[in-house]
């Protein structure tokens, strides 16, 4: 079983920086997928960002040159970065973990990020 546990949200003044972590337990995190998503209220969830095994990453184009991920394997663990933050950045932010193996998900219970104009 996996577990996953967000960290680092928080409000922010426009145009600020906060840092997210994720924890993942378990012994797939090697071989797993990684991801942060988001879902402002009233609408659905998006995915932000993401980055595979092996280090590839993907943005959101909402995000792109704000947010960067990354992800420590010794340290299971996966942050995003986000800089440059704006009011509709506000959402509660999950994380991700994709086993590559079985293609089962598993999700973080989200931490909320606050952007006040």
């Known amino acids: 079983q996996v577990q996953l546990v967000e960290s680092g949200g928080g409000l922010v003044q426009a145009g600020g920086s906060l840092r997210l972590s994720c924890a993942a337990s378990g012994s797939i995190f090697s071989i797993s997928a990684m991801g942060w998503y988001r879902q402002a209220q009233g609408r659905q969830r998006e995915l932000v960002a993401k980055i595979t095994s092996g280090g590839r990453t993907n943005y959101a184009d909402s995000v792109k040159g704000r947010f960067t991920i990354s992800r420590d394997n010794a340290k299971n663990t996966v942050n995003l970065r986000m800089n440059s933050l704006k009011p509709e950045d506000t959402a509660v932010y999950y994380c991700?973990?994709?086993?590559?193996?079985?293609?089962?998900?598993?999700w973080g219970q989200g931490t909320r990020v606050t952007v006040s104009s």
């Open positions: 991700m973990l994709l086993d590559l193996t079985t293609g089962d998900d598993y």
